[in-house]
């Protein structure tokens, strides 16, 4: 794992030009996630977070898995047998990284999803930004298969993508899809062939790496706030984050953006960003 960086052993961290690919590392447990992951994935979060390092946030899994859901040894049994502090404790550790982390996290993220994903893993999935699969990635909401209702915020977050005929198909026959079904369903951006998804997923990063990026975690956050807010609250909210955007702006984008077009002629906004 990269220098300077906690974790390294359930969670490793790898930098490349404003990249961070950041992997669960529990290959022999197809990355199923325990209590002792998502206190190091919290660790990880909270310093990427202020390294300048990390651009973009890529969220994948080492080997055949993007991650095999909730590990039923090292979280359910584990958790099972704790007092009710303890359990709700490590419940929080689990809920922290897994959605109001990586939904409200001041990096963009993207979702690499190259391997078996279940359950559990349907959560940080679809935290994330913006989400690409591999063609051969193999997902399952299985939690029915093995006699538990789809808990967690697993329901929650499926209904914000994906219509309730589908969602309910796949959470009651616990039917597995692949890649390109997970695109048809709006659970993921993409699905490329398994020897491209790398290349892609950094295509995409670079396109935000070049992107102001007080602007980009505005538009992001502020996308998040209005989901749960009136017409009129989110006209008004905008309206303000939009003023704090430019007012905290070290860069001064919108000024530099406007002048870029309208005096210099350098660019059309239409069709990319100024020049930082
Ligand atoms: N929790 C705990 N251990 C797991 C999990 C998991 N979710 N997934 C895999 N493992 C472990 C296996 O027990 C096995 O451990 P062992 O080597 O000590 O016996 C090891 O990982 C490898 O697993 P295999 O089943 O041998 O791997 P295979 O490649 O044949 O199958 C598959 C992969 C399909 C992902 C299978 O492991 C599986 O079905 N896992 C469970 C998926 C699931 O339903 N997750 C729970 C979703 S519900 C929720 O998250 C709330």
Redo the contacts with the bound molecule.
């Keep these: 794992t990269a220098e300077g960086v906690p974790g390294g052993k359930n969670v490793t961290v790898e930098f490349e030009d404003g990249i961070a690919w950041v992997r669960l590392n529990r290959p ?3 990355n ?1 996630m325990s209590l002792e992951l998502a206190i190091e994935m919290n660790e990880v979060m909270d310093a990427l977070e202020l390294d300048d390092r990390c651009g973009v946030f890529v969220l994948t899994g080492e080997g055949d ?1 993007f991650s ?7 979280f359910f049994r584990e958790t099972d047998g704790m007092t009710d502090l303890h359990r709700k404790r490590a419940y929080r550790e689990n809920r922290d990284w897994q959605w109001r982390r990586l939904m409200m996290y001041g990096k963009p993220t993207i979702a690499m999803v190259n391997g ?1 994903c ?3 893993a349907f959560t940080p999935l679809i935290c994330c930004d913006l989400a690409i699969s591999s063609d051969d990635a193999t997902y399952g909401l ?2 029915v ?2 006699g ?1 209702i789809p ?2 915020v697993v329901p929650k977050a499926v209904q914000t993508l994906v219509n309730d005929r589908q969602a309910l198909y796949y959470m009651m026959t616990g039917e597995t899809f692949k890649g390109q079904k997970a695109k048809e369903l709006g659970l993921v951006n993409e699905s490329v062939p398994a020897d491209k998804l790398m290349e892609r997923t950094r295509e995409v990063a670079k396109v935000l790496l070049e992107k102001n990026p007080l602007v980009l975690r505005n538009t992001k956050l502020s996308y998040r706030y209005i989901q749960e807010m009136n017409w009129e609250q989110a006209g008004e909210y905008l309206m303000a984050k939009g003023d704090q955007t430019t007012f905290m702006d070290p860069e001064k984008g919108r000024h530099e953006g406007i002048k870029q077009f309208l005096e210099d002629k350098t660019y059309k906004p239409g069709l990319g960003a100024y020049s930082r």
């Design positions: 022999e447990k197809r199923a898995a095999a859901g909730m590990d039923l040894k090292g078996w279940f359950g559990g299985s939690e298969n093995w538990i808990g967690g």
